[in-house]
Nanobody, 123 residues
Framework: VQLQASGGGLVQAGGSLTLSCAQSGAQSGADFSDLDLSWYRQFPGKLRELVATLSRGGRIHYVDSVKGRFTISRDNAKKTLYLQMNRVKPEDTARYYC??????????????WGQGTLVTVSS
């Protein structure tokens, strides 16, 4: 399984950015539509933190700091996960990672990480 993240870059505070994460290959035999999808971010010197999740069944969760500003979505036909980032703030500056895991797999089954894409928000 390979996940190719893209869309990061430099953006001014208050601006917008869309991150994409495209899957290639098979993941535990599951179709992309059977995957639970997530975006994480990592600040320098910190552990990765969850930003948003979109389950196979369509349930969505956002961390409080991005609610109302970020939108997670998926295109199963394109095997792609998105994170629309609006009204970005300097504190959103981080490396963003996509993570996928089969919703049909046992709980102990691993997931897969994308390589990360850097978002830098200037004030």
């Amino acid at each position: 399984v390979q996940l190719q993240a893209s869309g990061g870059g430099l953006v001014q505070a208050g601006g917008s950015l869309t991150l994409s994460c495209a899957q290639s290959g098979a993941q535990s035999g599951a179709d992309f539509s059977d995957l639970d999808l997530s975006w994480y971010r990592q600040f320098p010197g910190k552990l990765r933190e969850l930003v948003a999740t979109l389950s196979r069944g369509g349930r969505i969760h956002y961390v409080d700091s991005v609610k109302g500003r970020f939108t997670i979505s998926r295109d199963n036909a394109k095997k792609t996960l998105y994170l629309q980032m609006n009204r970005v703030k300097p504190e959103d500056t981080a490396r963003y990672y996509c993570f996928v895991r089969s919703a049909l797999a046992p709980p102990q089954a691993p997931g897969y990480w994308g390589q990360g894409t850097l978002v830098t928000v200037s004030s």
